[in-house]
């Protein structure tokens, strides 16, 4: 079942997953990480399907980051892997939107991860879906450029759950997104991007300056 995405909840969290595909990680030539690495984007990040990525102008390289989102359907605190399917509402489509130049030389993450519009999700929420192994494809101005399986993923969707419920309560409508493959580049001003996910589809945006 497809449901429709509302970007009206300004409260939402989205907690994002750093390094969580073995060919990703195997292209960076970084260890495997023992433990999930996450942070946040926040919701002023968030735009939908067809809506414009903003190139910032403090920036030199922005790159597009094809991923893997679910959506919570119910509140959860320390919850086991076992049960997180039942706190999962559905998947949908994101693009983790990165100002690479900036997070080199901030040597962290916050500023490179939040300008507006460096979140677009969507198209829908896929409700009826096996996470585990899904096609996820990244195209920019038709050509590919991320081509991977979530069966790549180092800790799979109800890890993922279980894990962040144990650091922070999760509410309905809280965004998770599962990290990005192999293949991440630049996109510059004109480009359009798509996000491709096997079940679920496109999610398409287009980048313009400010």
């Excluded at 292209?27 to 968030?46: G, S, V």
């Excluded at 939107?97 to 999700?121: E, H, M, N």
């Excluded at 144990?166 to 997104?177: E, K």
């Amino acid at each position: 079942m497809r449901l429709k995405l509302s970007l009206k909840n300004k409260k939402r969290k989205i907690i994002l997953v750093g390094l969580n595909y073995r060919d990703h990680a195997r292209e960076l030539k970084m260890p495997i990480p023992k433990n999930p690495i996450i942070f946040l984007k926040p919701p002023t990040t968030l735009i939908g399907n067809l809506d414009k990525i903003i190139y910032p102008k403090q920036s030199k390289r922005i790159d597009y980051e094809a991923e893997l989102a679910l959506v919570i359907k119910k509140t959860c605190r320390n919850i086991k892997p076992q049960e997180a399917k039942k706190y999962i509402l559905g998947y949908t489509c994101l693009n983790d939107v990165t100002a690479r130049d900036l997070q080199k030389i901030d040597g962290q993450w916050t500023r490179a991860k939040s300008f507006d519009s460096f979140c677009p999700i969507g198209p829908w929420i896929e409700t009826d879906l096996d996470p585990s192994k899904l096609q996820i494809r990244c195209w920019l101005n038709n050509k590919l450029k991320q081509d991977s399986s979530t069966a790549q993923l180092i800790f799979p969707v109800e890890k993922l759950v279980s894990f962040i419920s144990s650091i922070m309560t999760l509410y309905p409508g809280d965004v998770i997104s599962t990290g990005t493959p192999s293949g991440v580049g630049p996109m510059q001003p004109g480009d359009r991007v798509e996000v491709e996910i096997e079940g679920i589809g496109k999610l398409t945006n287009q980048v313009v300056k400010r």
